[in-house]
């Protein structure tokens, strides 16, 4: 009988159909670095920068002297003149207070905490008020041809950060070189392009490298650690800054309260958040509650990429960020022109000595993070099923 042919007779003589590409699942960019950029530095305006071998990272910050303050002890409704405050420095002869309904003149500079004041200003009704009732500064109101009154001023404040050096190399055996690879005519080319995503620090197109996304990581991950001799420097992030601002509960649903919540604190507290970062876990309950109030752009200063925008009561126009590497069960709302990266050092390949038939490259670059005026931004945990 005649021996029929098939391309199965005699696979081994095959030609391989093979793409001369190389198919890999890359998350292709670090969108947080990208939004918040690299160069920290300038907005803050350092002064003896870059810091060479300093590995302290230090900005000034100030607040605006606070506009409330508790009692420290009831009072009875209009005999008493004389009250205590939590923080009497707050005030001073002038001052135009607000317990519930009732208005009172302080009339002397405090005594400490103790602070002689006249009742039922404006017009109000004297109260009684209970131990740790809010107190409100409403204003000045000084008499005729009264003295000046000296009033409460802060202090400023220097938070800082530590610099961290990240830094990967690579080794190709010399056996390896001038090798024609499907999809990698260079291999050491290649893998350096893996590390960085392209020719400049972000990447070409957009794209971002593992040691890209090392370092986005370092916002929602990384930990203050003071460098020495012996031990590493790390960065800190979101979580070693923001303190004032924090709500919900990892046991517990995401609400639209809450972020309307944390929205109208930051801004009470001077703070324009514009910036809500979620994971894709998280966007879907965003997106879910705020369905027919989102609305989207098209940014040709980002690559013609589609901006989400969320309209709320508190603040018209928020960026909804959706961000891999972002845990899943925490959202960061913040004022983007307050945070960002600082580079010291920048991602830059280097050859390295070779002691045998091989190369070496290594990249390496040095960072921090900046988080100004932490009340201007919030985070919220909630439950992530």
Same mark, same amino acid.
């Given at each position: 009988?005649?021996?029929?042919?098939?391309?199965?007779? @005699?696979?081994?003589?095959?030609?391989?159909?093979?793409?001369?590409?190389?198919? =890999?699942?890359?998350?292709?960019?670090? %969108?947080?670095?990208?939004?918040?950029?690299?160069?920290? @530095?300038?907005?803050? /305006?350092?002064?003896?920068?870059? %810091?060479?071998?300093?590995?302290?990272?230090?900005?000034?910050?100030?607040?605006?002297?606070?506009?409330?303050?508790?009692?420290? +002890?009831?009072?009875?409704?209009?005999?008493?003149?004389?009250?205590?405050?939590?923080?009497?420095?707050?005030?001073?002869?002038?001052?135009?207070?607000?317990?519930?309904?009732?208005?009172?003149?302080?009339?002397?500079?405090? !005594?400490?905490?103790?602070?002689?004041?006249?009742?039922?200003?404006?017009?109000?009704?004297?109260?009684?008020?209970?131990?740790?009732?809010?107190?409100?500064?409403?204003?000045?109101?000084? /008499?005729?041809?009264?003295?000046?009154?000296?009033?409460?001023?802060?202090?400023?404040?220097?938070?800082?950060?530590?610099?961290?050096?990240?830094?990967?190399?690579?080794?190709?055996? *010399?056996?390896?070189?001038?090798?024609?690879?499907?999809?990698?005519?260079?291999?050491?080319?290649?893998?350096?392009?893996?590390?960085?995503?392209?020719?400049?620090?972000?990447?070409?197109? *957009?794209?971002?490298?593992?040691?890209?996304?090392?370092?986005?990581? =370092?916002?929602?991950?990384? /930990?203050?650690?003071?460098?020495?001799?012996?031990?590493?420097?790390?960065?800190?992030?979101? @979580?070693?800054?923001?303190?004032?601002?924090?709500?919900?509960?990892?046991?517990?649903?995401?609400?639209?309260?809450?972020?309307?919540?944390?929205?109208?604190?930051?801004?009470?507290?001077? *703070?324009?958040?514009?910036?809500?970062?979620?994971?894709?876990?998280?966007?879907?309950?965003?997106? +879910?509650?705020?369905?027919?109030?989102?609305?989207?752009?098209?940014?040709?200063?980002?690559?013609?990429?589609?901006?989400?925008?969320? !309209?709320?009561?508190?603040?018209?126009?928020?960026?909804? =960020?959706?961000?891999?590497?972002?845990?899943?069960?925490?959202?960061?709302?913040?004022?983007?022109?307050?945070? *960002?990266? +600082?580079?010291?050092?920048?991602?830059?390949?280097?050859? /390295?000595?070779?002691?045998? @038939?091989?190369?070496?490259?290594?990249?390496?670059?040095?960072?921090?993070?900046?988080?100004?005026?932490?009340?201007?931004?919030?985070?919220?945990?909630?439950?992530?099923?």
């Amino acid at each position: 009988m005649a021996t029929v042919r098939t391309p199965y007779t @005699d696979p081994t003589i095959s030609r391989r159909i093979i793409s001369d590409m190389v198919g =890999m699942i890359d998350w292709a960019s670090a %969108p947080l670095v990208k939004r918040l950029g690299l160069e920290k @530095d300038k907005t803050c /305006k350092f002064v003896n920068w870059p %810091p060479g071998g300093q590995k302290k990272i230090e900005w000034i910050e100030d607040t605006m002297p606070s506009q409330s303050t508790t009692l420290s +002890a009831a009072i009875s409704n209009g005999t008493t003149t004389t009250i205590s405050l939590t923080n009497g420095d707050y005030v001073h002869e002038g001052s135009i207070l607000q317990i519930g309904n009732e208005y009172l003149i302080v009339q002397a500079a405090p !005594t400490g905490n103790t602070v002689i004041v006249s009742r039922g200003a404006g017009g109000t009704t004297p109260a009684s008020h209970s131990n740790s009732a809010a107190v409100h500064l409403r204003g000045i109101a000084k /008499k005729t041809g009264s003295n000046y009154a000296i009033g409460y001023t802060t202090t400023v404040t220097a938070p800082y950060n530590y610099t961290q050096i990240l830094e990967e190399a690579l080794r190709i055996n *010399g056996d390896q070189e001038g090798v024609s690879d499907y999809g990698v005519p260079d291999t050491m080319d290649y893998h350096l392009s893996k590390l960085i995503g392209g020719r400049t620090e972000i990447g070409e197109r *957009g794209r971002a490298g593992k040691l890209i996304m090392d370092l986005a990581r =370092m916002a929602y991950y990384g /930990k203050r650690q003071q460098p020495s001799n012996t031990q590493e420097g790390m960065a800190g992030g979101f @979580d070693t800054f923001i303190s004032t601002h924090t709500y919900g509960n990892s046991n517990a649903a995401l609400s639209r309260a809450t972020i309307h919540t944390a929205l109208r604190d930051i801004y009470n507290s001077g *703070g324009m958040p514009d910036l809500m970062v979620v994971s894709p876990y998280a966007a879907e309950l965003v997106t +879910a509650m705020y369905e027919d109030l989102i609305r989207t752009e098209r940014s040709e200063d980002r690559g013609g990429s589609t901006i989400r925008y969320i !309209t709320t009561p508190v603040v018209d126009s928020v960026e909804l =960020m959706i961000d891999h590497m972002c845990p899943s069960g925490s959202i960061y709302l913040l004022d983007s022109e307050k945070v *960002g990266w +600082a580079t010291i050092r920048p991602f830059t390949p280097q050859e /390295k000595p070779s002691l045998g @038939d091989y190369k070496v490259w290594s990249v390496l670059g040095e960072y921090t993070f900046i988080l100004q005026n932490e009340a201007a931004h919030a985070k919220i945990s909630h439950a992530t099923s």
